[in-house]
């Protein structure tokens, strides 16, 4: 079946750091990998996509690129803002189902 | 847009009792889902649907009951409440779209829910 693995949070980070959030996967057939973001309090939304190997997705200084030989779809940020305090899930589709599974979630706090 | 809109916000139960968390989406989305949000667990499905009449078993169905007789509304309901369904709940729907491979999920705001 298919199943998406995230590294354990929380990260911490003061402001202008690097990030990296690391997210590996299984999947039957070719998937579609995502990046979801909840903010406190709200549901989660759409981040960033990619639905092919080498494909580099990107949004608000975000950026994962889809690793078909590794099945990974880390995620970076170069500087971080206090504002990007959130949850972050990686997800994906697969085998011609629209319903995405997901992983457990990682907590970012970024400090002034 | 509305987009997906869930009721209510938050809800006390006292153990054994029942009731239905409501779901809508004004985006005419073939598939909508149910999920659980616990710590530490991430969001876990309870139960989906692709379309009005079909609906299917998630990764934890026990003790929830789901319907889809249109499009748009998709509730879960809670038979008999217990504690250990205290969780957040989340109603996302999606669409094939004209690039299947790219479509996203688009989630409402949650329902808070406390069994005591």
């Known amino acids: 079946g298919n199943s998406v693995t995230q590294m354990e949070g929380p990260v911490t980070l003061s402001e202008e750091a690097f990030l990296t959030i690391n997210c590996t996967y299984t999947a039957t057939g070719y998937p579609s990998l995502f990046w979801y973001v909840q903010y406190p309090g709200e549901g989660l939304q759409l981040l960033l996509k990619a639905t092919k190997a080498d494909d580099k997705g990107s949004n608000k200084g975000f950026e994962a690129t889809y690793r078909k030989e590794t099945t990974s779809f880390h995620l970076e940020k170069g500087s971080v803002q206090v504002s990007d305090s959130a949850v972050y899930f990686c997800?994906?589709?697969?085998?011609?189902?629209?319903?995405?599974?997901f992983g457990r979630g990682t907590s970012l706090i970024v400090h002034p | 847009n509305a987009g997906v809109t869930q009721t209510p916000k938050f809800q006390v139960l006292k153990t054994g009792q029942s009731m239905t968390l409501q779901c809508a989406q004004d985006?005419?989305?073939?598939?909508m889902s149910w999920y659980r949000q616990d710590p530490g667990m991430g969001l876990r499905l309870i139960h989906y649907s692709v379309g009005a009449g079909i609906t299917d078993q998630g990764e934890v169905p026990n003790g929830y009951n789901v319907s889809r007789s249109t499009t748009e509304d998709f509730p879960l309901r809670l038979l008999s409440a217990a504690p250990s369904q205290t969780s957040v709940y989340f109603c996302?729907?999606?669409?094939?779209?004209?690039?299947?491979?790219?479509?996203?999920?688009?989630f409402g705001q949650g329902t808070r829910l406390t069994v005591v």
């Open positions: 996302a729907s999606g669409y094939r779209g004209s690039d299947p491979r790219g479509t996203e999920a688009f």
């Open positions: 985006m005419n989305h073939e598939y």
């Open positions: 997800a994906l589709t697969s085998g011609g189902s629209y319903i995405p599974t």
